[in-house]
């Protein structure tokens, strides 16, 4: 997770209904972050919004969106879906359509011809019906933005495995803090703070953090006591929003460890993104070794 907030878009044309809805979700928090909404009265609203004024904020995609279905036209808020998966190429965000009017868009057919994550009624729209949907989706986007991001660091550093210190100058940059852009692409935020990655014990391939500062933290968390993960060896420990993420040693890699601190507390997803994250840059690290060797020799 390395959201400090998460946001949350509300389309609908009833004013009404925006009011309540934001009366009842303000005080929201998903794994100790706050929502953050906003809200649009109609597709054109919501349109200059995605396309302007949020990335004039620097936010990452939408968490979740709730769009209303007859707005300005009976299906305002279909191709306002249409236009968040396929103008935009978000397939990120979880898109709820809330109607009033299910006989003008019924349930089934919505759902066969658009990307969507889920549909009802307003009149289901209670508080505890919203915080579940509000919940399950930010946790699917997190986990989902986090594979990205870490498929994109990981990318990088398989181009520049030639050698262990091109690796460190690909992390160099992208691992220390990021969150992702429209296009998927890491950026710095301020919000998710990857301290180290080390590997064979102390060896220090990346994040913001000193060696020596690296390993001391290492060293105190481990103390805390690790967690198993699976039966493989692959531990963690979480100390509030610090966390540190063990992966043992196999026949591709050496052991390694991720040390970072998250603006809210991570999930079991995200532990398992980092995870493997790091078995990824660890395996790099050690062909890249290889070739140095070989290339020695």
């Keep these: 997770m390395f959201q400090t907030e998460w946001p949350v878009l509300l389309v609908d044309d009833d004013a009404d209904v925006l009011a309540v809805s934001e009366l009842a979700m303000k005080s929201f928090e998903i794994d100790g972050v706050p929502i953050r909404l906003f809200t649009a009265r109609s597709k054109a609203e919501a349109v200059e919004l995605l396309s302007g004024r949020l990335g004039?904020?620097?936010l990452p995609y939408i968490a979740v969106a709730f769009i209303d279905v007859v707005m300005e036209?009976?299906?305002?808020?279909?191709?306002?879906?249409?236009?968040i998966r396929e103008t935009q190429q978000n397939r990120l965000t979880q898109i709820y359509i809330r109607t009033g009017q299910p006989g003008v868009a019924p349930e089934r057919e919505v759902n066969d011809r658009y990307d969507i994550n889920g549909y009802f009624s307003k009149v289901e729209a209670t508080e505890d019906k919203l915080y579940s949907l509000v919940k399950a989706g930010i946790r699917q986007f997190d986990f989902a933005s986090m594979a990205v991001v870490e498929f994109n660091v990981v990318t990088r550093c398989i181009a520049a495995a030639d050698s262990l210190e091109s690796i460190q100058r690909a992390l160099a940059g992208t691992l220390s803090q990021f969150h992702l852009d429209p296009k998927g692409a890491p950026t710095r935020t301020g919000s998710y703070d990857c301290r180290a990655v080390i590997l064979d014990g102390d060896k220090l391939v990346g994040g913001s953090?000193?060696?020596?500062?690296?390993?001391a933290e290492r060293n105190r968390l481990v103390k805390q006591g690790l967690q198993p993960l699976n039966a493989s060896g692959d531990a963690f420990v979480q100390n509030g929003h610090d966390h540190l993420i063990k992966a043992a040693a196999t026949d591709v890699h050496g052991e390694a460890w991720h040390l970072g601190r998250f603006p809210g507390i991570p999930s079991p997803g995200d532990t398992l993104v980092l995870l493997n994250f790091t078995k990824a840059i660890a395996t790099l690290a050690r062909h890249a070794d290889s070739r140095g060797h070989r290339a020695a020799a």
């Design 209 to 215: 953090y000193s060696e020596a500062d690296a390993v």
């Design 73 to 83: 036209t009976d299906r305002a808020g279909l191709e306002l879906c249409r236009y």
């Design 56 to 58: 004039a904020l620097l």
